[in-house]
């Protein structure tokens, strides 16, 4: 069974910084691209980022560009989204999840950030 489990999120100021991990089981993970997601409240969830199995960023968008890093470590079978310069619309629900999962494959409960004052 495949699983995600991510860190606790939190509340931050703005301005400030927080990372993500996102450990992973149930399939090989140094095969796969991981792909991260955000939700805001009230929408959508949206693509924000995406790394190779090797570890290089494919990926950013344009509202996380130059803020937000990737990593993963493949003995761990651990990818990390490091976050700075948050604002408050980079609230929101996060998720990690293998590229090219079945549409049936559980998000888990994804890791909720809040940017607030």
């Known amino acids: 069974q495949v699983r995600y489990v991510q860190s606790r999120g939190g509340l931050v100021q703005p301005g400030g910084s927080l990372n993500i991990s996102c450990a992973c089981s149930?399939?090989?993970?140094?095969?796969?691209?991981v792909n991260w997601y955000r939700q805001p409240p009230g929408k959508g969830r949206e693509s924000i980022a995406r790394?190779?199995?090797?570890?290089?960023?494919?990926w950013l968008s344009d509202s996380v560009k130059g803020r937000f890093t990737l990593s993963r470590d493949n003995a761990e079978n651990t990818a990390y989204l490091q976050m700075t310069s948050l604002n408050g619309e980079d609230t929101g629900i996060y998720y990690c999840?293998?590229?090219?999962?079945?549409?049936?494959?559980?998000w888990g409960r994804g890791t909720q950030v809040t940017v607030s004052s």
């Open positions: 999840r293998r590229l090219g999962a079945p549409e049936a494959e559980d």
């Open positions: 790394i190779s199995a090797a570890g290089n960023t494919l």
């Open positions: 149930g399939f090989t993970f140094y095969n796969h691209l």
